[in-house]
């Protein structure tokens, strides 16, 4: 049965805004995310949690409104707002009744492009993010991912805890804040994808008087980064005083838009990343030898703009170290020495196709769809084509993969806890 196909107009605004605008008629409700390329990866150096706190400080105040004025204006409507950032985007999300479309799109470009980054609401956010980074610095897993993403990607800043540290939070600034927006945020640097009931055209129209006047001269296009992976064995271990150890092995891994994601998308849930009865890891390590409660393995999930990582992870206890250790390491070098059987193939071919569901009743979904299909060129089919992609990959596409993204001789491990 063929899912419905999404309507989407693209459009480019003069300054080089693109708007994508899906209409959907079903529910009163408009979600508008807009969304800018930055985040982790352009903090300076030593300046960790700068995007982030950025990202925080974007509703606090703008020159048109202040703080109170923006939650009393979100409150009356009904709807919300959130501000974000991660290691390659930050932006805002706003959802409100499409009867308020019009008010919602004037506040959500008062946030993005008008912030004052006012010193009180600072010092308050300051504050919530280093009692967030306090809590999680006694979270072992947490502790070895962020040790795991500085040593894979050779403390580059996109590897870099979103959050920041707790000395490099301390010391951020409003004017350090101020400077960031102004090299980061720009018309040429954003996406603005509107879903929901809307009519086109009207919607079209406000976007574009909000958004076309937007001018920033101070933007600075940022430089990707040239990241490689390791050729060398690193083991990393940090002591805490828990119960059991976290164990992060792998390495750099790939972009979204690599050829070969689809024919790795296979590869992870037949490793690692698919539910335990067909994936190889979290059967033989969770179910048969009983090793942890959580195992898992992939190479797709964090791929991005940038590099994103190839994980395998296991919690367990410190007497199972070894055995766990080899039994990642065995699993990872046997798919790649042996290859796959044509059941794993099917098996993980229908539970991709399967549940490659999305649902069209939200709003949210299908805005982050568009922007997904915008960033990565993915075009606006691509929930038609996609089966068809999984279904075209042979069992020698997956090994041929697997032998040229999985490295397991030179792996970079983290173990947290009583080591």
């Not at 805004?17 to 408009?30: G, W």
């Not at 800018?36 to 982030?52: F, V």
């Not at 009692?131 to 006694?138: E, K, Y």
Request: with cysteine.
């Amino acid at each position: 049965m063929k899912r419905p196909a999404i309507p989407v107009l693209r459009q480019l605004l003069p300054n080089g805004i693109v708007l994508l605008i899906s209409p959907n008629p079903k529910i009163p409700l408009v979600h508008i995310n807009i969304v800018l390329r930055c985040g982790t990866a352009e903090n300076p150096e030593k300046r960790a949690g700068l995007a982030s706190m950025m990202a925080r400080m974007l509703d606090e105040g703008t020159a048109r409104y202040t703080h109170d004025e923006i939650a009393r204006i979100i409150e009356n409507l009904g709807g919300s707002l959130i501000t974000f950032s991660n290691r390659e985007l930050s932006g805002v999300s706003v959802s409100v009744l499409s009867k308020d479309l019009r008010q919602g799109i004037v506040l959500a470009h008062a946030v993005t492009t008008d912030p004052v980054f006012p010193d009180d609401r600072l010092q308050l956010e300051k504050e919530k993010v280093l009692n967030q980074i306090r809590s999680a610095a006694d979270n072992p897993q947490f502790v070895a991912s962020n040790e795991f993403n500085r040593l894979i990607y050779d403390y580059h800043p996109v590897g870099e805890p979103i959050q920041g540290e707790t000395e490099s939070v301390a010391a951020i600034n409003c004017e350090e804040l101020a400077n960031f927006h102004r090299r980061n945020f720009a018309p040429g640097n954003t996406v603005v994808a509107v879903a929901g009931d809307v009519d086109v055209e009207q919607c079209s129209a406000w976007l574009s008087e909000e958004f076309s006047q937007w001018r920033n001269d101070g933007y600075r296009q940022p430089t990707v980064p040239k990241l490689k992976r390791r050729r060398e064995k690193v083991l990393k271990e940090i002591s805490m005083p828990k119960e059991q150890i976290n164990v992060y092995l792998g390495h750099l891994g790939i972009e979204r838009k690599d050829p070969d994601f689809y024919a790795l998308q296979l590869m992870d849930t037949i490793l690692g990343g698919g539910p335990g009865f067909t994936s190889r890891i979290p059967a033989k390590l969770r179910d048969q030898q009983g090793l942890a409660y959580t195992t898992y393995c992939d190479i797709t999930s964090s791929a991005g703009l940038y590099p994103g990582r190839f994980a395998a992870f296991i919690s367990t206890s410190p007497q199972n170290r070894e055995r766990a250790l080899n039994g990642l390491i065995g699993e990872i070098k046997a798919l790649v020495e042996d290859g796959i059987t044509e059941k794993e193939l099917a098996d993980s071919q229908s539970y991709l196709t399967g549940n490659f569901v999305f649902d069209f009743q939200s709003n949210g979904h299908v805005a982050r769809f568009l922007l997904s299909a915008e960033l990565f060129g993915l075009g606006f089919d691509y929930l038609d084509r996609y089966p068809a992609l999984i279904r075209a990959i042979t069992r020698t596409d997956v090994e041929q993969v697997a032998r040229k993204h999985l490295d397991p001789d030179n792996s970079t491990t983290v173990i947290a806890g009583p080591v």
